[in-house]
C-alpha cells in the first residue's frame, strides 16, 4: 500500500520586503514578493525523507492561498515533492487560522492521506496551531514539534526536544506530525529538480470542490478580527557610550536601569 504524505506549505510574504497592512487591515500581499515560509521547507524535507526511506510512497504538497501561491508549491515540486494542490478562491480573503484549518482539512480529506507533515510555524502569522486544528478537524492523533520523525509499520515515531528533556513519541497512521527548524537541512532543489518540477501536475480546487460556503472562509467567517493597525515606530539610535575608562560601569547602570539585570 502507498503511504500518502501530505506536506501544508504556506506562501507567505518576504521578510525582507516591505510588509504592510492594506485597506482591509489584511496583510497587503499584491505588490509584495513572497515564497515558500521557510518552516515550511524543513516539513517537505523530512516528508521527502520518509518516503525514500518507505517501499511505495507519495508525497503531495497543499496551500491555500492567492494565485502567485503556486510559487510556493513550485519550490516544494523542485525539491522533490510528486505532485501538489493549490486552494485559490477570492472569498478566501482575510482567512484566519480556524478558517484556514477547514479548507486545508477538507482538502487533505479529498485528497486522501495517511501521513500529514506541517511546519511548526508559518513564517507571517506565526500561530503555530494550525497542525493541531488539523488533526482535530480529520479526528487523528497529533505528533507535533518533532526534530526526529521516521515511520515504521504504520506507526509515525519521532522524537521532540524541550528546555528540560526530550520526549519519544509515536502515533498510528493516519495521523498529522509537525517537524521544527532543528530536524535537518532542507535540500536545495537542483536544476534537474527544478526542470522536472515543471511538468509536476499541480491540481487548482476552489471553495466549491471542497463544499466550503463562503460565510465560513473569508473576513465575514473571521472568529478574530484586526481592529485597527499602526506602524512600528522606527527605531531610535539608542544611547552611544563611548569608554573613557567607565564604559564598563556605564552600562551596568543602563541594563539596570532597563531591568535587565
Ligand atoms: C501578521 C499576521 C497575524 C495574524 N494573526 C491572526 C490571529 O491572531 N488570529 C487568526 O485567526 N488569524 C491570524 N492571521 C491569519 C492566519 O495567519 C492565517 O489564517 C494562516 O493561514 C494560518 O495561521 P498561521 O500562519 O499563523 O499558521 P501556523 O499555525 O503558524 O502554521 C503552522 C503550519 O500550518 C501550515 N499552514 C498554515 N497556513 C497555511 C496555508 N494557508 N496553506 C497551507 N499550509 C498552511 C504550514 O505548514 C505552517 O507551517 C494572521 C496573519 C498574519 C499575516
Redesign the pocket.
Known sequence: MSLRIV???????DATGDRHFADDL??DRDDVDGLL?E??EY?VEQALQIAEDADDAEVTV????PED?KDALRKALSMGADKAIH?EDDDLH????????L??AKAIEKAGFDLV??????T???????????AERLGVPQVTLLSEVSVEDGTVKGRRDGDAASEQLEAQLPAVV?VTDQSGEARYPSFKGIMAAKKKPVESWDLSDLDIDAEEVGLDG???K?DAAAERPARTAGTIVKDEGEGGKQLAEFLASQKFI
Open positions: 506536506v501544508t506549505v504556506k506562501y507567505v510574504p489584511t496583510v515560509s518552516l515550511d516539513a497543499l496551500t491555500v492561498g501561491a486552494v482575510g482567512t484566519d487560522i480556524i478558517g484556514t484549518s479548507v486545508l507533515v506541517s511546519g511548526m510555524a508559518s507571517d502569522g506565526t500561530a503555530g496551531v494550525v497542525p493541531a486544528l488539523l509537525s473571521a472568529w478574530t484586526v
